[in-house]
T-cell receptor, first 112, second 110 residues
Framework: DAMVIQNPRYQVTQFGKPVTLSCSQTLNHNVMYWYQQKSSQAPKLLFHYYDKDFNNEADTPDNFQSRRPNTSFCFLDIRSPGLGDAAMYLC???????????FGQGTRLTVV | GENVEQHPSTLSVQEGDSAVIKCTYSDSASNYFPWYKQELGKRPQLIIDIRSNVGEKKDQRIAVTLNKTAKHFSLHITETQPEDSAVYFCAASRGNQFYFGTGTSLTVIP
């Protein structure tokens, strides 16, 4: 009964080689988030979409971009991955107003 | 953005004892405060939440308290069990933006 699905679960990419992580949802939520979580740290908000409106956090590096072609899908593009970008990337969704965020299983990115 | 601090970073308790985790937030406009449990290698999952118009909420062995004036909120787990062992994150939300605390690794010793 997965509601927020992330693919792939594990991704290995080369240093500097663009990589895309994907997220889909069956909840029809209008808000989608991307978080970066490094080992033993809290999830760090990178950006979120409120419907089609993109909201970038001030400290999110330019190396990270996102696309949301429709309500169900959202992509995280890392243009030139560095070793420091190795982390778990979590996608989450919520609906308008104050409700809980539902998380996907995450994609663990390794940069070699 | 919002700054959420969480303490302690690690907590060990004997099975059956209580555990308390505390968080503070900086943005007085934050109005929703969820708590997530994350087991190793798994997604964060909501265990309890509280809104700014409520001071306390309880769900079986889990309770959360909120002090808006002091901008802090706490998670209380009573009668802890080994399966409560996990990392717990508090979060503060304003509108649709969620900001997480640094996490507390809870170990319940059988």
């Amino acid at each position: 009964d997965a509601m927020v699905i992330q693919n792939p679960r594990y991704q290995v990419t080369q240093f500097g080689k663009p990589v895309t992580l994907s997220c889909s949802q069956t909840l029809n939520h209008n808000v989608m988030y991307w978080y970066q979580q490094k080992s033993s740290q809290a999830p760090k908000l990178l950006f979120h979409y409120y419907d089609k409106d993109f909201n970038n956090e001030a400290d999110t590096p330019d190396n990270f971009q996102s696309r949301r072609p429709n309500t169900s899908f959202c992509f995280l593009d890392i243009r030139s991955p560095g070793l420091g970008d190795a982390a778990m990337y979590l996608c989450a969704t919520s609906s308008t107003g104050v409700t809980e965020a539902f998380f996907g299983q995450g994609t663990r990115l390794t940069v070699v | 953005g919002e700054n959420v601090e969480q303490h302690p970073s690690t907590l060990s308790v004997q099975e059956g004892d209580s555990a308390v985790i505390k968080c503070t937030y900086s943005d007085s406009a934050s109005n929703y405060f969820p708590w997530y449990k994350q087991e190793l290698g798994k997604r964060p999952q909501l265990i309890i939440d509280i809104r700014s118009n409520v001071g306390e909420k309880k769900d079986q062995r889990i309770a959360v308290t909120l002090n808006k004036t002091a901008k802090h909120f706490s998670l209380h787990i009573t009668e802890t069990q080994p399966e409560d062992s996990a990392v717990y994150f508090c979060a503060a939300s304003r509108g649709n933006q969620f900001y997480f605390g640094t996490g507390t690794s809870l170990t319940v010793i059988p």
